[in-house]
């Protein structure tokens, strides 16, 4: 089932989770800046465990990057499950895990996590919210696609 050594799965990993979660968060902040939505997922995620803006960045940040490097050991892991080879097929892998990834969590954003969150900023997520965190998701998973791929 699993075509690379383990080293070479964490290594590859580690090296995709952090780049696409920087990616995917250097996204939300353009979005967010531009004023397009407030898709700062860096500051809301942050001040769940915060309940303030006080630490919010700094605590948002590790919780976010943290998730990201887990989320790129997930999507490797489905990559690799799926006995995918090629710099292409790595990048449509990392594209479809995003994009099915991306509405599940857009869809829950909206749905559950935005009306329960403490700071009043981020309790309204719409259409435009839901939308920016899909692009961010896909992103992520094209980046871990093609750092899968050029790491092959």
Do not use: C
Not at 37 to 52: E, H
Not at 94 to 117: K, M, P, Q, T, Y
């Amino acid at each position: 089932m699993f075509s690379i050594p383990a080293g070479d799965y964490i290594i590859r990993s580690l090296v995709a989770g952090i780049i696409a979660t920087t990616g995917m968060t250097l996204l939300l902040i353009t979005i967010t800046k531009s004023g397009i939505a407030n898709a700062d997922m860096v500051r809301a995620i942050g001040s769940l465990f915060t309940k303030s803006h006080k630490k919010a960045v700094s605590t948002g940040l590790l919780i976010h990057t943290t998730t990201g490097i887990i989320f790129s050991f997930i999507y490797i892991f489905i990559i690799q499950a799926f006995n995918v080879h090629g710099f292409g097929s790595n990048v449509g892998s990392g594209l479809l895990i995003g994009f099915i990834h991306g509405a599940v969590v857009s869809f829950l954003l909206v749905a559950v996590v935005a009306e329960h969150h403490p700071l009043k900023e981020f309790q309204k997520a719409g259409f435009s919210v839901a939308a920016a965190h899909w692009a961010a998701h896909i992103l992520f998973g094209l980046l871990v696609g093609i750092i899968s791929g050029l790491m092959e």
